[in-house]
C-alpha cells in the first residue's frame, strides 16, 4: 500500500518552502523575467535551507537524507513560484546528485564537499542535443577513448549555465553505451553559445559544442564502473514533472481567483458553467500529475525500478503543462495575454517541458 501523507518533517518543509516561495520568489518572478537575472540573495537564503546538500552523504558535509518524494515536494513548492528560480534553486543537484549516486570515492571526496558548503554553487548537466530526435540516452555526442584519454565530440543545448560554476556533466555515447562525463567549463575544444528561447528567461542557458574536448580518463562518472544513466534520467523526469505540477498550480490558482472577482453581466465569471467546468478539468488535470509524480517518487525510494512511472509522469506533465497554462490564459481574456498578470509567463514557460530533460534532479 502507498501512502502519500506527509511526514511531520515534510510537511514541515512544504510549509518553510511554501511560505518562501510565496513571499520571496513569486514577489521576483516577473522583475526577473524582464530582466533575465536571477535574484542572488534569494539563491543563497535557499541554499542555506538545505534542499540539495540534506540529500548527500554525511561523509561528506551533507545531511545524508535522500528522499524523492521529499524533492518532488521541494521542486513543485519551488515552481510554484517560480520556475527558472526554482531550476537555478536546485542545479547543484544536477552535479551532486549523479556524483553522490555514481562517482567514484575520488570523485565523491572532491567533489561532494563544493556543495554542502556555506556557499551557493551551481552545477550543470548537458543532456539536450540540438535535434528533432533528441533522446538522452541515445546521445549522438561521442566520448572516443584514446589512451588514457578520452575526445569529446558533438553538441548539446538547454544547458544551464550560471556564473560560479566549473564543471558540466556531460551526457555522451561511450562504445554504444549511454555514460556520464565531468568536463571543465573552460576545457579548450569546448564553446557555449547563450540560447536565447521564448520562457526560462531568468535562466541563464547555453548551447554547447565539444570539439576534440580531451579528458582524463578519471572525467568519466564513476570510473571503469561508470554510471546508470538511464536512472538518472528518469530521476530528471520526475524531478521536471515535479515541477510542471507547480507551474500549472500556480496557474490554475491564479485563473481560479480572477474567475471570482471578474464579473460579467452582474456575477462573477467563475459561476459561468463554461469557466466552471474549465476550472474543474485544470483541477483534475493537475490532481492526476502530482499522483504520478510522487508514485514514481515513491518507487525511487523504495529502490524499485521506475522506468515506467517517470515515463508516464513526464509524459503527462507535457500535456497537462501546456492545456492548463493555455487555459489559465483563456480565463483571463485579454488580461491573459498581458504581463500584468502571470499565467502568460507560466505558459511561455511551461511550453518548454514538451523538451526539457534533465533540467533537474530528485
Known sequence: MIDFTPSEEQQLIIETVRGFAGNEIRARARECDESGKLPDEVLAHLHELGLVANALPEAHGGGGERSAVTGVLVAEELAWGDLSIALAALSPSLLALPVADFGSPEQQAELLPRFSGESYVPGSLAAIEPRHDSDPLRPRTRARRDGDHYLLDGAKCLVPWQDGGELVLVLADDDGTPQAFLVPRDAAGLDATPDHYMGLLALPTVELTFSGVQLPASARLG??????????????????????????????????????????????????????????????????LRLLVWEAAWRLDQGLDATREAALAIDQARRVALEVTDGAVQVLGGHGYTREYLPEMHLRNARGFACFEALTLV
Open 223 to 288: 570510473g571503469d564502473a561508470g554510471a546508470d544513466v538511464a536512472a538518472l534520467v528518469s530521476r530528471g523526469r520526475v524531478g521536471l514533472a515535479a515541477m510542471a505540477t507547480g507551474v500549472t498550480r500556480a496557474a490554475f490558482e491564479v485563473a481560479r481567483d480572477y474567475a471570482k472577482q471578474r464579473e460579467a453581466f452582474g456575477s462573477p465569471i467563475a459561476a459561468k458553467q463554461a469557466i466552471a467546468f474549465k476550472l474543474a478539468d485544470m483541477a483534475i488535470e493537475i490532481d492526476g
